[in-house]
């Protein structure tokens, strides 16, 4: 086997964790956590979960809030890239247009 085939039988394989909905379900839960433990902060804590979202949704500043709770998406999305794990960074990115849809609603 020559040096080519050898590098490509590498790019071949397939990296642990590179799978779309390892990159999407993470992606989608960590900023609501995130946006309800900032929310904590201004004495929500007697609201259920619900009713949580619903009020920093409401809230004049959801956006500043959802900004700041996608940091760690772009994070692991520099990680993903780095690593070369395509699958999970595209499942990454679809929920990050899917928060950008919620912002851009929003205002």
């Not at 929310?39 to 949704?57: D, I, K, P």
């Not at 595209?90 to 912002?103: E, K, N, P, Q």
């Amino acid at each position: 086997m020559n040096i080519l085939e050898e590098q490509y039988l590498q790019q071949k394989e397939k990296k642990r964790y590179d799978n779309f909905f390892i990159g999407l379900i993470p992606s989608i839960v960590l900023p609501v956590i995130l946006i309800v433990l900032i929310s904590a902060g201004q004495n929500l804590g007697n609201l259920s979960f619900e009713e949580q979202l619903m009020r920093v949704y409401n809230n004049h500043q959801f956006v500043n809030f959802a900004i700041l709770s996608l940091i760690p998406n772009m994070i692991a999305f520099f990680f993903l890239y780095k690593t070369e794990r395509w699958k999970s960074a595209s499942g990454l990115i679809v929920a990050t247009i899917c928060y950008i849809i919620l912002m851009v609603l929003r205002v």
